[in-house]
């Protein structure tokens, strides 16, 4: 793998599974490289007590536009998984099981942004 594609991998565990694991698989969440979404900043039309209030509101997004971006990296960790990755919308990523082999084929495609261990809420 180059640098590039190792940087991809956002822990040192997947990076050692890549170089030194002889099979197996691991569970990774795997972040698209799409523009996010923009956020504007619009003050309260006026509050009770006279005091503005900024409200956040996100800007139109193109879901045709988010469609495509996301239907070539789907097809692409399709054809690399045992199981149906699955996407998760508001982090425009995908939750995907790959060997060893197929990590490596995922760091390599150009819409991947980044590479994380996928594992429970807390631990390291």
């Known amino acids: 793998m180059t640098e590039a594609e190792l940087r991809k ?3 040192e565990t997947l990076r050692r599974f890549v170089r030194d694991a002889p099979g197996g698989e691991v569970s990774v969440i795997v972040e698209l490289d799409v523009p996010a ?3 504007v900043m619009r ?3 006026g509050a009770a007590d006279g ?3 900024p409200r956040v509101v996100a800007a139109d997004v193109d879901a045709e536009v988010v469609r495509r971006q996301v239907e070539e990296p789907r097809a692409f960790l399709e054809a ?3 199981e149906r ?3 998760l919308e508001a982090a425009a990523s995908f939750v995907v ?9 995922v760091a390599r495609f150009p819409h991947i942004k980044a590479v994380f261990p996928n594992r429970p809420l807390g631990q390291r």
């Open 37 to 39: 979404p923009k956020v």
């Open 85 to 87: 990755p699955r996407f």
């Open 43 to 45: 003050p309260p039309a």
């Open 97 to 105: 099981t790959v060997t060893v082999a197929q990590l490596a084929e």
């Open 9 to 11: 991998l956002k822990h």
């Open 51 to 53: 005091r503005l209030r």
């Open 80 to 82: 690399r998984s045992t």
